[in-house]
């Protein structure tokens, strides 16, 4: 029979535009919080990281905010183009587990 | 300084069959994960391994399922009487440390058929 995945959640926004995409995550022990991109056919890749001590971060055309008291995380891209089309995942780590538990995807779509 | 490399990037068993995924991480790094990832849903934990030892297994199905880093060569993730519901693609990822970002391969896309 014909199985149904979940559908991620589609973010659609103009070239040029800022994108902000947003996570919740359960765990209150996270140690730091990390942004991946994955594109079509390929691993993710790191995009930036944030320490549960730090509420803001800034790269390249990317800002990372963290709110602890809502545990939001939240991914804004500025001045998006297309090759920022892909999904995106965010993922916390906690040094007691070892682990780092994925959420669910967003995917990006940049229209010309 | 090469990132981490998997292969074979594509594997089509029959069911039954036994399907083995390697991985190589990053020059210095001495931790591996091998995460799974079903179309349109984010990557689920499977195993986290240091040389010659298994941390924590906690994501594997219990059954057909086996990890090892030996102290030479790469990372094997073996899957043994694979059915259809393997088919996904498995990633592998490697970190320097246990408190540091994990860098992943490109993926090996497993279909059984």
């Known amino acids: 029979g014909e199985s149904v995945g979940l559908h991620l959640p589609t973010l659609s926004v103009q070239e040029g535009d800022n994108s902000i995409i947003n996570c919740a995550y359960s765990n209150s022990a996270s140690d730091y919080f990390i942004w991946y991109k994955q594109e079509s056919g390929k691993g993710p890749q790191f995009i930036i990281d944030?320490?549960?001590?730090?509420d803001k971060r800034q790269g390249q055309r990317v800002t990372v905010l963290l709110n602890k008291t809502v545990k939001h995380l939240s991914l804004q891209i500025a001045a998006t183009q297309p090759g920022d089309s892909a999904v995106y995942f965010c993922?916390?780590?906690?040094?007691?587990?070892?682990?780092?538990?994925f959420g669910q995807g967003t995917t990006l779509q940049v229209k010309p | 300084n090469a990132g981490v490399m998997q292969n074979p990037r594509h594997l089509v068993r029959r069911r039954g069959q036994e399907a083995r995924l390697r991985c190589s991480p990053m020059k210095g790094h001495s931790h591996v994960y091998w995460y799974r990832q079903l179309p349109e849903e984010g990557l689920k934990f499977m195993v986290y391994?240091?040389?010659?030892?298994?941390?924590?297994e906690s994501g594997m199905p219990k059954e057909r399922f086996s990890a090892e880093f030996p102290k030479e060569g790469p990372s094997i993730l073996r899957i043994q009487q694979v059915v259809r519901g393997d088919s996904a693609a498995y990633f592998c990822?490697?970190?320097?440390?246990?408190?540091?970002?994990?860098?992943f391969g490109p993926g090996t896309r497993l279909t059984v058929t």
């Open positions: 990822a490697s970190s320097p440390g246990t408190i540091s970002g994990q860098y």
């Open positions: 391994l240091q040389k010659e030892n298994i941390i924590d």
């Open positions: 993922a916390d780590f906690s040094s007691n587990t070892g682990k780092l538990i």
């Open positions: 944030i320490r549960s001590n730090m």
